[in-house]
C-alpha cells in the first residue's frame, strides 16, 4: 500500500507541473467492445469505469480507490487499482484524467519523458524506455531497479489521461513472467457514458 501511494503522489507532480497530452490525430484505434478474459484471470473496471485490466483470480487481495485534486488552474481524478499476489509480487494500475485551465501545449511525448524522470531518484537505476505494444494502443516501457525491489514500469498516454502499469517483485524475474505479461498488457479503456437525454416535464393544467 506504501507503494501504491507513492506511485499516486508521483502521478500528481506530474499534474502539478502542467502538464495535458495533445490528441495525437494518428493514434490508434479504441479496442474492441467485448475482449475474453484467458482462463485464471478476470476483468476488473476502475471505481468511475474508464478502463479495465486483467487481475489473476489467485492472489491475495485486491483494492480499488480513487481520489481528486485541484490546484493553480490545475484538476483531475485518479482511479487506482492494486493487486497483491501470494508470492509477495504487486499488480498496480493508475489511471490519471488531466483537466483544468492550466493544461496546454504539451505533447505526448513531453509526458513520457517527464514520467520517466519522475523515477530518477536517489537509489534507483533505470533501464532505457523501449516501445511497448499494450492491447490497441502502444506505450513505453522501462525497468527500475533499487534496494530489494525491481519494478516493471509500462506508461500509456492518451487524450487528456495517463496510465501507468506496475509489476514490482524482489528481482527481476519475478516481473517478466507470464503472469507479468499478461497484467501488463491488459489495459482496456471505455468510452464516458453519454449523458441519459431527459423526458420533457408534462405541462400542468
Known amino acids: 500500500m506504501f507503494r ?16 495535458d497530452p495533445k490528441t495525437d490525430p494518428k493514434g490508434p484505434k479504441d ?10 484471470w478476470g476483468f476488473h473496471k476502475a471505481k468511475d469505469g474508464s478502463y479495465s485490466v486483467l487481475f489473476p483470480k489467485d492472489r491475495e487481495g485486491i483494492s480499488n480507490s480513487d481520489r481528486s485534486f485541484s490546484q493553480g488552474g490545475f484538476r483531475g481524478k485518479q482511479q487506482v487499482m ?37 523515477d530518477k531518484q536517489p537509489g534507483n537505476k533505470l533501464s532505457e524506455p523501449v516501445e511497448i505494444q ?7 516501457e522501462y ?18 489521461r495517463v496510465y501507468q502499469l506496475l509489476v514490482t517483485a524482489k528481482d527481476k524475474k519475478g516481473t517478466q513472467d507470464k503472469m507479468a505479461d499478461t497484467f501488463l498488457t491488459s489495459l482496456v479503456l471505455h468510452a464516458p ?3 441519459a437525454d ?3 416535464e408534462p405541462e400542468k393544467k
Open 193 to 195: 457514458k453519454k449523458p
Open 31 to 40: 479496442a474492441p467492445k467485448v475482449i475474453k478474459a484467458p482462463e485464471g
Open 198 to 200: 431527459k423526458k420533457p
Open 4 to 19: 501504491c501511494s507513492a506511485l499516486a503522489l508521483a502521478l500528481f507532480a506530474v499534474v502539478a507541473t502542467g502538464q
Open 134 to 140: 499494450v492491447g490497441v494502443r502502444k506505450g513505453k
Open 143 to 160: 525497468y527500475v531497479t533499487r534496494k530489494g525491489e525491481v519494478e516493471r514500469n509500462v506508461v500509456v498516454v492518451v487524450r487528456g
Open 82 to 118: 492494486s493487486c497483491n499476489l501470494k508470492d509477495g509480487r504487486d499488480l498496480v494500475v493508475i489511471g490519471t484524467a488531466l483537466g483544468g485551465s492550466a493544461t496546454k501545449d504539451l505533447k505526448i511525448a513531453d509526458v513520457y519523458d517527464l514520467m520517466y524522470d519522475l
